[in-house]
Every structure is written in C-alpha cells, then in structure tokens.
C-alpha cells in the first residue's frame, strides 16, 4: 500500500465502469450524505495478505452503504461487486494488504501490543481508480 500511495482506507463500494471520470458529477451530488460516526472495535485479516481494522456496522453506516450503492446502482453503465451490495458488505479499514506471511505475523503482533476501540469519523469520501491506486475525486460530507 505506501510504494503505491494507497492509504488505509474503507472500501463502501466497489464496482466496474469503463470510464470512471463519468461518475464525478454523480459522486459529486453524495456530499448531502452527513458525517458518520464509527466504532472501531476490532483487527482481523482476510487470509492469506491482508490486515484491517473493524467497525461495529451501526446504523449511520449501514444508511451510508445503502445510500451510495442505491445512487450508483441506477446507472447501467456501472457493475457493483456482490461483496457490496446491501447486506453483503463487511466493513472493514484496510491497514494493509499483500503483506507476506512474516508482515501478517509483524503486524498482528503490533496490534496486540498498540491496537485499543477508538472511535471515529467518517468525513469525506474518494472516488478512486485500483490497481494501479489513482484518486479521481474526494468530497467533505455535511455535519
């Protein structure tokens, strides 16, 4: 993630689109969506390279998935991951991912020593390119 500038981050959708500079004015119209408060209350990884950090799915959060996947499901010229759609998403804050198995046990070990519940914010969201990482455009959400 940092050799690709790839900051941690929580993934709310994830779809495929030819040209995703078409979205911009679409995602632009989500700023109306309001801050969300989140609970971080756990580390656990998807096997075998990835580590994240849990948010508890509390109602703020679940009305933010829905929102995006429900304004950008109408466009046909968009295809949403199953792993996004309502009640299929596992929120989780990416830490890191394609670490190696000694970068997995590294990790796990410093969070047992550093990793406390916090809680948090959700501010603003990104629309952004993978593989390569590459930011299209990011929106601050009202209070």
């Known amino acids: 993630m940092t050799e690709n500038n790839v900051p941690p981050h929580m993934t709310i959708s994830s779809f495929e689109i030819r040209k995703p ?3 911009v004015n ?5 700023k109306s969506l309001g801050k969300c408060h989140i609970n971080i209350m756990s580390v656990g990884e998807f096997l075998p390279y ?13 009305y933010l998935s829905e929102s995006i996947y429900n304004h ?3 466009r046909e010229d968009v295809s949403i991951s199953k792993c ?3 009640f299929s ?4 804050i990416t830490l890191g991912k394609k670490l190696d198995k000694e970068q997995m046990v590294k990790a796990f070990h410093s969070m047992q020593i550093h990793f406390m519940p916090i809680q948090g914010q959700i ?12 930011d299209i455009a990011r929106i601050d959400l009202n209070d």
Do not use: C, M
């Open 72 to 74: 950008i499901s109408v």
């Open 26 to 30: 679409d995602f632009y119209r989500l």
């Open 50 to 62: 990835v580590i994240y950090a849990a948010p508890v799915l509390n109602k703020d959060l679940q």
């Open 123 to 134: 501010v603003s969201l990104g629309l952004a390119e993978t593989n390569p990482h590459r």
């Open 21 to 23: 500079e078409d979205l």
């Open 89 to 92: 998403w596992f929120p989780h």
């Open 84 to 86: 996004y759609q309502p």
